[in-house]
């Protein structure tokens, strides 16, 4: 059982702004450690897409964004595109569990 | 070329054990910790265990601990799984991943294809 909540799914027409949001608490968030957000397309294994709450890895488009709010934080995609269906997930340390947590993770559908 | 291959999936009988390997090339293996994650049929991504850079510290999920043990040979920068008592709700794909070159939590930056194991 996950940690960290987001919601099931979330779409937008091509060019629209979509947003997923991820819910923590006071041993992870909260405690001072950082969301990071993975992209997972079809078939594929995940790859990084915004770590340390809002920080971009090369070749990740500035399309992608982040933040983060004491116990919650939010990825923002931009200008969605076709190629951006997949599914979306947070994560984090716990502090309380002691070990690292995901989110229950978002399917991203372009209308 | 930066990548991470993990081999020895396959189908197995539930109270077999299992051993997952994982080659990594041009990661800088011998300097950051690595990971295991596995995604079961359908669902979400679960983390399993850790390593540090130096294998002196692991960590694992309650899910796992005391059945399955990580381990490294930074000789041949290759991370193992070893996976003992295995149960049907262990059947996934297992990833292997890169983490962070300190020994304080971080993010997993490069990930392996997977490798598919099912108990069954």
């Known amino acids: 059982q996950s940690v960290l909540t987001q919601p099931p799914s979330v779409s937008g027409a091509p060019g629209q702004r979509v947003t997923i949001s991820c819910t923590g608490s006071?041993?992870?968030?909260?405690?001072?450690?950082?969301v990071h957000w993975y992209q997972q397309l079809p078939g594929t294994a995940p790859r990084i897409l915004i770590y340390?709450?809002?920080r971009r890895p090369s070749g990740v488009p500035d399309r992608f964004s982040g933040s983060r709010s004491f116990t919650s934080a939010s990825l923002a995609i931009t200008g969605l595109q076709a190629e951006d269906e997949g599914d979306y997930y947070c994560?984090?340390?716990?502090?309380?569990?002691?070990?690292?947590?995901f989110g229950t993770g978002t399917r991203v559908t372009v209308l | 070329q930066v990548q991470l291959v993990e081999s020895g999936g396959g189908v197995v009988q539930p109270g077999r054990s299992l051993r997952l390997a994982c080659a990594a090339s041009?990661?800088?293996?011998?300097?950051?910790?690595m990971h295991w994650v596995r995604q079961a049929p359908g669902t979400g991504l679960e983390w399993v265990a850790g390593?540090?850079?130096?294998?002196?510290?692991?960590d694992y999920a309650d899910s796992v601990k005391g059945r399955f043990t990580i381990s490294r040979d930074n000789s041949i920068e290759t991370l193992y799984l070893q996976m003992n008592s295995l149960r049907v709700d262990d059947t996934a794909v297992y990833f292997c991943?890169?983490?962070?070159?300190?020994?304080?939590?971080?993010?997993?930056?490069?990930w392996g294809q997977g490798t598919a194991v099912t108990v069954s």
């Open positions: 991943a890169r983490g962070n070159v300190l020994v304080t939590p971080d993010h997993f930056d490069i």
């Open positions: 041009g990661v800088s293996f011998r300097t950051y910790g």
């Open positions: 390593i540090w850079f130096d294998g002196t510290h692991e």
């Open positions: 006071t041993s992870n968030f909260g405690a001072g450690y950082d």
């Open positions: 340390g709450d809002k």
């Open positions: 994560q984090s340390y716990d502090t309380s569990l002691r070990r690292f947590v």
